[in-house]
């Protein structure tokens, strides 16, 4: 097993610190929602594909890193013919 670094960590901190502005951000826009200012409503309307923009950005690259490679699109080996 190996040490953790300091760029282990640092990760590690960047990402927790980035899970944590987004479910405030999420919190902030569902909020807006339920305020009964019509320009608000509509600013926060405005938010939700960004919102879902970062939820699909943080959570499908981690599911599609896990995912297995279908046979055929790896990329070929250095030097090696691809088969069709």
Not at 22 to 44: C, D, P, T
Not at 46 to 56: G, S, T
């Amino acid at each position: 097993m190996r040490e953790e670094t300091d760029v282990d960590r640092s990760q590690r901190s960047g990402a927790r610190w980035s899970n944590i502005l987004l479910v405030a951000y999420i919190i902030g826009v569902i909020l807006l929602f339920a305020s009964r200012e019509m320009g608000l409503m509509l600013f926060a309307l405005f938010n939700v594909p960004l919102i879902a923009f970062l939820l699909a950005r943080r959570f499908l690259g981690t599911a599609l890193d896990d995912a297995p490679v279908v046979r055929g699109t790896e990329a070929p080996a250095e030097g090696e013919w691809p088969v069709h």
